[in-house]
């Protein structure tokens, strides 16, 4: 079974900080997608990358998947309260034909 | 607006009953999914089908089975509830040539007491 390990698991910050989640595996993914979910809803698909050491930007949200496809990071600038909620990595195997998700950061940006 | 929509937000069952989640999506896709979310262990999936009457197990089958009978509504049944299986329950469709951009629905909170 392929295992995603996300870091920081919590993470409190104030309006304006910056931050970085990460998401490792020692397994390599197809591609890998991060979903962000707000109490007593789905996750919600963000963004999708596909090729190692490729970067997406998604307004103030920065996607970065490694060179060898074993691991991402999410780098929020300038945080804002709308941002708080549970962020979740996922990795996908074409192989498998599934996904596997990471346990989650819970981020809560505080006004 | 594109939705997959579970029948349930919170549903309460007793130990021993057989428990029906039921799910519908729009937009004509292929695969479905059930996940369980449980803090702490992120979500884990339990099955997920390719088509029509197809169906393969995911990581955690085990106290569950599911039902696909039309391509727009898969079901997952408890076939004897149990305490264990208390969570959140997530379904989730994604398009043929897309299989990894899944499309959630709000989910059902499943108590079983």
């Known amino acids: 079974t392929q295992l995603l390990e996300q870091s920081p698991q919590f993470l409190s910050i104030q309006e304006g900080e910056n931050l970085t989640v990460y998401c490792n595996s020692s397994s390599v993914f197809s591609s890998l997608q991060w979903y962000r979910q707000e109490p007593g809803e789905g996750p919600v698909l963000l963004v999708t990358?596909?090729?190692?050491?490729e970067v997406k930007k998604l307004k103030r949200l920065t996607f970065q998947f490694g060179d060898a496809r074993k691991d991402s990071s999410l780098h929020i600038t300038a945080a804002q309260p709308g941002d708080t909620g549970l962020y979740l990595c996922a990795g996908y195997n074409t192989n498998a034909g599934k996904s596997t998700f990471g346990d989650g950061t819970t981020l809560t940006v505080k006004p | 607006d594109v939705k997959v929509t579970q029948s349930s937000r919170y549903l309460v069952k007793r130990t021993g009953e057989k428990v029906f989640l039921e799910c519908v999506q729009d937009m004509d896709h292929e695969n479905m999914f059930w996940y369980r979310q449980d803090p702490g262990l992120g979500l884990r999936l339990i099955y997920f089908s390719y088509d029509v009457k197809m169906k393969e197990k995911g990581d955690i089958p085990e106290g569950y089975s599911v039902s696909r009978e039309k391509k727009e509504r898969f079901s997952l049944i408890l076939e004897s509830a149990s305490t264990n299986q208390t969570s959140m329950y997530l379904c989730a469709s994604s398009a043929l040539g897309a299989f990894e951009k899944l499309f959630f629905g709000s989910g059902t909170q499943l108590s079983v007491l």
């Open positions: 990358v596909v090729t190692g050491g």
